[in-house]
């Protein structure tokens, strides 16, 4: 069975803080796709990244980066220099391959203050 | 940028009623999905559609439960007969097989009195 942890609840950082989220996953899948979702407080699910289980490389998008270690079964985001928008619950998930459906990670709630 | 839209955004019921979840999928996309999440929860999977069937459901969808396409264009979820623990966050989501990502539409908050 697939499981998702994010075992923080919840974050509070000060503007401008670097910030990083956990997530760590279990599959018996050889193969399969990892995601992060942001959820503002308006409520939509916005994509940040998907990652397959075939692509180690780290990836820096501005100020957002994911480390992703397969050895550790571990997909953590990091926020740099975070700013109030940044202000949201943050859902890390996984599915055995494309298109297929996605198990959630409980979320880590995110407050960045002025 | 395409946006996979649903309405209403929100919709209060009267338990033992039927409601009708709308979901309007990105145009290209051929793979569809209903996700909820209960106030302050995590995300749950309900059921995925693919080529005008069910393709997997969790253990949420039960009976009463049902999806269709009954347009080709418009995706809906009904619930036959409300229940107060049916109050969430209902979710679309569409995705095509060059990505492989779901997007996901803002959401239909169902409220049952």
């Known amino acids: 069975a697939q499981k998702v942890t994010q075992a923080q609840t919840e974050i509070s950082v000060v503007e401008k803080e670097d910030v990083t989220l956990d997530c760590v996953y279990e599959?018996?899948?050889?193969?399969?796709?990892l995601f992060w979702y942001k959820q503002p407080p308006s409520g939509e699910l916005v994509f940040l990244i998907r990652?397959?289980?075939?692509?180690?490389q780290n990836e820096i998008s501005g100020r957002y980066s994911w480390n992703f270690q397969k050895s550790t079964s571990s997909f953590n985001f990091t926020i740099t220099a975070s700013q109030v928008v940044d202000s949201a619950v943050y859902f890390c998930?996984?599915?055995?391959?494309?298109?297929?459906?996605?198990?959630f990670g409980k979320g880590t709630r995110l407050s960045v203050i002025a | 940028e395409p946006e996979v839209t649903q309405t209403p955004s929100h919709q209060v019921t009267q338990m033992g009623q039927e409601v009708i979840l709308r979901c309007v999928p990105i145009s290209n996309h051929l793979y569809f999905y209903w996700y909820r999440q209960i106030l302050g929860q995590k995300v749950e999977f309900l059921v995925s559609?693919?080529?005008?069937?069910?393709?997997?459901k969790s253990e949420i969808f039960d009976d009463q439960f049902s999806v269709e396409r009954p347009d080709g264009s418009n995706f809906t979820l009904k619930i036959r007969s409300t229940k107060l623990e049916d109050s969430a966050m209902y979710f679309c989501?569409?995705?095509?097989?060059?990505?492989?990502?779901?997007?996901f539409g803002p959401g239909t908050r169902l409220t049952v009195l």
């Open positions: 998930a996984l599915s055995e391959r494309g298109n297929t459906p996605l198990v």
């Open positions: 559609f693919y080529n005008n069937e069910i393709s997997e």
């Open positions: 990652r397959n289980s075939f692509d180690e």
């Open positions: 599959t018996r899948d050889t193969t399969y796709y």
């Open positions: 989501a569409t995705g095509d097989r060059s990505t492989d990502t779901q997007y």
